[in-house]
Every structure is written in C-alpha cells, then in structure tokens.
C-alpha cells in the first residue's frame, strides 16, 4: 500500500457542535492499510520521575481480537456501527460538488498510518485477515482535529460505555484545554498519586490497570475522580460546556453548596490546589489513627486502604469537613490534620478491629464503615 500515493472515497459532510466531519463507507482491506491504533501508554524516566501519557487509545485486547476475528468469517457477519478515525489536514481534501474525499500522501511515506483510530481499533485488528473480499465499513473521519478534540471525541463516545476502562477516559481530560470537573478531578487524582508526602503515592492506577514497577495500586483513578466530583457539581457535563462557552456562572444556592458540593468554591475560585490538600489533610489524619491498618494491603477485611473504604472515607469527608469549617466561615481555609484527627480519635476502633468478620468483603463493609463513623460523629454533635 505504500506505493500508492492517493485514494478517493466517497462521503458526506456532517456538521454538529463539535465541527464538520465526514461519513464515508471504506472497504476493509483499504482501511486496515491506512489506519493505525495510538495506544495510550506509559513513557518511564522522565526527569521528575512521574509517569507521562501519551496517545489516545486503550490497550489491545488481544480475546476480542480473537473473537472478532472468528465472528467476521460469519456469513451473517456485520459492523454497523462506525470506525472513528482523524487525518491531518495536509494528508486530505474535500470537493463539495463531487462529495468526495482524496486522501493522499501529503510527506512522501505513502498511505501507510495516515489515519489515526478514535474508536473501532479492535473492529480494525480483527478484520485484518479477512478471507472474503467484500466487507464496506462505515467511517467517521475528522480532519485536522488537535489532541484535545480527538481525546474528546473518545471520551464522549465512550464514557457511557461499561465495556471501557473509566479511568483511562477520565485520563484523557488532561488534554482538554478548557477547565471542567473531570479535567480538575483528573488533576487533583494524579497530584494525589505523585506527591511523596501524600497518602495515596503511588497507589493510583491511573488507567485502572497495574502501572509496571508498583506493588501498592488498590485504587483506580476512576473511585478517586468519581469521588472528588461529587463534591464539585451536579452536573459536570453542563459546567464544561460553560467554559467552553465562555459563559460560566456558579447558580449554586448557599445551602445546596453546604449541603453537598462543599470543593465547589474552590473550584469556582480555580484553587484546585486547595482540594487537593484538604484531601490530604485528611487521609494523613485516617493513616494517623490507624496507621497499621492503613499499610496492610493483605490483610482479609482490612477494608480501611482500598476502594470500598476509601469511598465510605470520602462519603464521610463532606460531613467531617462540615463540622471543621462551619460554612459561614467566609475564608476558604484548608484544615490541618490535626481538625480531622479530632473527629477520628473519638471512634472506638483500633487496627485490629478492622478484619473480615468486623467487614464482610464487598459494598456491605463500605456501608458498614461509612455508618460507624457517621454515628460517631453524630454523637459528638449530640453532647454540645
């Protein structure tokens, strides 16, 4: 295929919010030749040691693969959904009358990777050896989008989607040049991961899969951004497009801001920084009353370091925050440690109370967590 300098495919021109595109239909064999799959990895040793992430896609499921592969034999086979994929714009031209697309060679290396997969790399993988000759696939293609319009196109395609890692799309908001709550949530879940003196350092899988050379990863990205969120927006979708529109306005009632969205003024006020040590704060006071517990990963019913403990911690941090910084307050402090130590040295366990006949594995030890520090507290707000 790289000695062929051009093709021309016929197509339509779709405009929608996020631009013109083109739906074209492309016979199998052509797009295997011309795409490629950017499969988002990890680039190790860079000078300040944190994992950078590059690219746009997932990892390749090489089962899928293999049951695309014996499905697309079928004689009832069929893909009728499309490939999503972007092209330069020095390697594509549109005639409006003829409604056509010529893609061609715009650096001389032929038609080879001239296209990058969005969405559909598996569809593509598994077409590649084909024993029949006709097989059309419908194809979306966007033409000279940036990164951070082509990470949003695979967020939005895909985040709804279960069969995606939602960590790896909520990754993908770091390229997004407009502020939103999955961008700052992302953020703040990598500053948890990278900062040594944080009690998350390394335990994050920032794609939600094992990162190479770590050994204490019981977190996804995805509980800690999910759990950051709720405490930003009711909406997170509407306040990106807010920015984007340059039209931003916080219309959050003062009791619904008490109440529920207590990192919302930060936010607002752009002091993400100030969420992240707030969060800090506050699992350096968790690590400080139960020190064992938090370290042990092992240990069975040892809910405190992982997901379902650490969510019920953050259900409990909009409650314990409440009672450490009255919101009348009209300063946007940061507690210390030691504001939140308070709370937790009133509750009647130790590191030995958390096993797994105090906390059954699964969400019942999450809720059962969550409720014992609650009742703390309320007992505490009950004797003033």
């Not at 959904?81 to 972007?86: D, G, K, L, M, P």
């Not at 939103?180 to 500053?191: D, F, G, L, N, T």
């Not at 009209?330 to 210390?336: A, E, F, K, Q, V």
Request: charged share 30%; aromatic share 12%.
């Amino acid at each position: 295929m790289s000695d062929i300098s051009e093709v021309k495919v016929s197509a339509i021109k779709v405009r929608q919010p996020v631009g013109d595109f083109y739906q074209a239909v492309i016979p199998w064999g052509l797009l295997s030749e011309i795409s490629y799959a950017d499969v988002r990895a990890i680039e190790e040793g860079n000078e300040r040691k944190l994992d950078r992430y590059m690219g746009i896609q997932r990892k390749i499921d090489k089962k899928r693969i293999k049951d695309i592969v014996k499905y697309v034999e079928n004689v009832d086979a069929t893909f009728p959904t499309s490939i999503v994929i972007a092209i330069d714009e020095d390697n594509i031209e549109w005639f409006e009358d003829e409604r056509v697309l010529r893609i061609f060679d715009g650096a001389g290396n032929g038609l080879e990777s001239v296209a990058k997969i969005l969405d559909g790399q598996h569809r593509v993988e598994g077409i590649k050896n084909f024993s029949r000759e006709v097989f059309d696939l419908p194809v979306t293609i966007f033409v000279g989008a940036d990164m951070p319009t082509q990470a949003n196109i695979f967020a939005t395609v895909n985040l709804a989607q279960t069969k995606v890692n939602r960590s790896l799309v909520y990754d993908l908001f770091e390229y997004e040049t407009s502020r939103s709550p999955q961008k700052s949530c992302h953020e703040i879940a990598v500053a948890l991961d990278s900062y040594e003196d944080s009690p998350f350092f390394k335990r994050i899988k920032r794609l939600g899969t094992a990162t190479p050379g770590r050994s204490k990863e019981l977190l996804t990205q995805a509980v800690i951004v999910e759990s950051i969120i709720d405490f930003i927006a009711d909406d997170p979708w509407e306040d990106r497009n807010q920015f984007l529109k340059r039209m931003f306005a916080n219309n959050y009632s003062q009791t619904k801001l008490k109440e529920k969205y207590i990192f919302r003024p930060f936010w607002i006020a752009e002091e993400d920084h100030k969420i992240v040590a707030i969060i800090i704060n506050y699992f350096r006071a968790v690590e400080r009353k139960w020190p064992e517990s938090w370290s042990d990963f092992d240990k069975k019913g040892n809910v405190l370091p992982k997901s379902n403990g650490v969510k019920a911690l953050m259900r409990f941090l909009r409650k314990a925050y409440k009672e450490v910084v009255p919101y009348y307050m009209s300063d946007l402090r940061i507690p210390g440690v030691e504001e939140f130590f308070n709370i937790f040295d009133k509750v009647e366990m130790v590191d030995s109370d958390f096993n797994i006949e105090t906390f059954p594995p699964g969400t019942s030890g999450e809720a059962k967590l969550f409720n014992i520090l609650d009742s703390t507290l309320k007992d505490q707000v009950d004797l003033f």
